[in-house]
Nanobody, 123 residues
Framework: QVQLVESGGGLVQAGGSLRLSCAAS????????MGWFRQAPGKEREFVAV????????YYADSVKGRFTISRDNAKNTVYLQMNNLKPEDTAVYYC????????????????WGQGTQVTVSS
């Protein structure tokens, strides 16, 4: 069982930056692939980025590639999402998620989810 708690969301102007964190409980954090997803009002949850269990691989949605960076610190049981050059269309609730096998970009493949943190980008 893994519990995930996101933090770091907020209100920022377009072009600004935010860093999201997701703290995980449990001793097996380093065995989980960790992903970030987001959901805007009236839209389905969508993939943002994912990092493999030992940080050997990352994968990004085309919409955030070159602007967002996912990373993790297994010693701290934490995964991060550095978001630069934010755009109004990045406004959403951001969720972190964990799964025990190879990383994927499909939300239904993930076993554990955090409660989400709101990111609002003003124009």
């Amino acid at each position: 069982q893994v519990q995930l708690v996101e933090s770091g969301g907020g209100l920022v102007q377009a072009g600004g930056s935010l860093r999201l964190s997701c703290a995980a409980s449990g001793r097996t954090f380093s065995t989980y692939a960790m992903g970030w997803f987001r959901q805007a009002p009236g839209k389905e949850r969508e993939f943002v980025a994912v990092v493999s269990a030992l940080s050997t691989g990352t994968y990004y949605a085309d919409s955030v590639k070159g602007r967002f960076t996912i990373s993790r610190d297994n010693a701290k049981n934490t995964v991060y999402l550095q978001m630069n050059n934010l755009k109004p269309e990045d406004t959403a609730v951001y969720y972190c998620a964990a799964r025990t096998r190879l990383f994927t970009s499909t939300p239904s493949d993930y076993n554990y989810w955090g409660q989400g943190t709101q990111v609002t980008v003003s124009s």
